[in-house]
């Protein structure tokens, strides 16, 4: 079936169909982290959700265009430097690097492009020398702004109301609440303890919003199909953006404006005075496997609030194994013949139900009912072991299928003679901890062929310590979590 993939618009506030500018392809820019700490779940979230999106557009068919911006001069990467008492480059290196970690760990597809904004002051150069040419921007004490009134689609995306807008008054800082609403500063004049270009513009440092504007239509054109990012981007950071675009290109910047909801833990606003704040590492830490995480930041519509609690990361955790299970499972179905045609008819129904809920603004609790329904009606048949070998395979496709946007990636089965072999199955690699745990029980199961029992029994208790329950089955060892390890 052709791909008609429908996504919430938040400029015209609708469910529309997507219409890309060339057909069969995507030019998909997605604000990326501003590297001055770790990324918190909140940001994982917005990462995750703009993963499984780009996942859906390969999976039926696109090619896709992906470019991340890595903002590495702001106010606070600035702030960060000098409390540190470094330079920008050493201060946010490190943070780089965590992010493309944290992201590889938690199977997010890299983007094509990671422009830093350093390395992009020209193109910015070249958009403000418009903007002022145009008259969209002006001059003072030094630092260029944009003049608001002058452009008025302004608060098309935000729906903001400019009533109590004072034209020309300004502001310096890169984020600011709707209430104070104003002209915005694309160029900061030089100031004691910040980094200085010198520029045709003059001497300064960009402001946050320009570097957006400036990078996305470098990779991706004046025009370009998606933008993405948090609710919490919409105002000031978006708005910004259209308005710095398409005053100095005269044509529209984006066509569809897609945003991710809030993360709140435990009901609350995540903040570091609370003690409710997390990175990926502190939960990782408690002893979960990231993909279980990713499984929790995927399974709740980006549209809507999510509220994150370690019993809700108990339940993606479970929700997790009980598909790697079932797989493993699927591997015992031993019987030759054809395939029955009611599995096959499964199989479709499954296909299908997870297609449409996807292509319908993400819908991932109808595309994933569809794959649970599909345990649920294989499961009878596996019991009174009347699946055959072709029907579990053609189950286990459809997993594998499914998988490739989902990317959790289910909990693999080791075989007896300690060969990893259900991985695979399953898009390839492994993560770390599941990678170590894997390890440990291809040392055990040497031990045993080596009728070195003591040892077998050594490592078998050190991941029993761990939170990991072996189970020695005919057809190999299979491995779950018991839970979190105890410290
Ligand atoms: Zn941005």
Not at 51 to 68: A, C, E, N, T, W
């Amino acid at each position: 079936m052709a791909a008609m993939i429908r996504l919430h618009n938040t400029l015209s506030g609708r469910v529309e169909e997507f219409v890309p500018i060339e057909s069969g392809s995507v030019k998909l820019y997605t604000c990326g982290p501003t590297v001055y700490d770790f990324p918190h779940i909140g940001n994982w979230r917005s990462y995750v959700f703009e993963d499984l999106l780009k996942r859906l557009f390969l999976y039926r068919g696109f090619r896709v265009l992906h470019v991340m911006n890595i903002t590495d001069v702001d106010d606070k990467t600035i702030r960060g430097a000098n409390a540190k008492g470094v330079g920008l480059d050493e201060y946010t290196k490190p943070f780089i690097e965590a992010f493309a970690r944290d992201r590889d760990v938690l199977a997010i597809l890299p983007a094509d492009v990671y422009p830093r904004a350093t390395a992009h002051i020209e193109e910015m150069v070249v958009l403000i020398e418009a903007l002022l040419r145009k008259g969209f921007a002006y001059r003072k004490d030094g630092s260029i702004y944009f003049a608001i009134d002058k452009f008025p689609a302004y608060g098309r995306l935000s729906k903001i109301n400019l009533e109590d807008l004072r034209p020309g008054s300004h502001a310096d800082a890169d984020e600011y609440a709707k209430e104070s609403v104003h002209d915005f500063a694309l160029w900061k004049a030089p100031k004691e303890g910040e980094p200085v270009w010198e520029t045709r513009i003059g001497p300064g440092r960009p402001g946050w919003h320009i570097e957006c504007s400036a990078m996305s239509s470098r990779y991706l054109g004046r025009t370009f199909d998606i933008h993405c990012g948090g609710v919490d981007n919409i105002f000031p950071h978006h708005e910004n953006e259209i308005a710095q675009s398409e005053a100095a290109t005269g044509v529209t910047f984006v066509n569809y404006w897609v945003h991710g909801h809030h993360l709140v833990v435990d009901g609350e606003k995540m903040s570091k005075s609370k003690g409710n704040f997390y990175t990926l590492t502190d939960i990782l830490e408690k002893g979960y496997d990231p993909l279980d995480v990713r499984y929790l930041l995927v399974a709740t519509h980006y549209r809507k609030m999510l509220n994150f609690t370690f019993e809700a990361l108990d339940q993606a955790r479970t929700a997790r194994r009980r598909i790697g299970n079932f797989l493993g499972e699927l591997r015992a179905a031993a019987q030759d013949g054809p395939s029955d045609p009611a599995v096959v008819r499964m199989v479709d129904e499954a296909r299908a139900g997870f297609v449409t809920g996807l292509e319908d603004d993400l819908n991932i609790s109808e595309a994933l009912a569809a794959v649970f329904t599909l345990i649920k009606s294989a499961y009878p048949l596996l019991t009174r072991s009347e699946m055959t070998k072709a029907d579990g395979s053609l189950i286990s496709e459809f997993v594998a299928e499914a998988d490739k946007v989902l990317g959790v990636r289910p909990s693999p089965v080791v075989s007896a003679s300690g060969k990893i072999n259900a991985t695979s199955e399953l898009s390839g690699a492994v993560t770390v901890i599941e990678a170590e745990i894997l390890a440990k029980i291809e040392a055990r199961q040497k031990a045993r062929a080596g009728r070195d029992f003591k040892r077998a029994d050594e490592i078998r208790d050190e991941l029993l310590e761990a939170g990991i329950v072996l189970e020695d089955t005919k057809d190999g060892v299979r491995w779950k979590r018991t839970g979190p390890p105890k410290s």
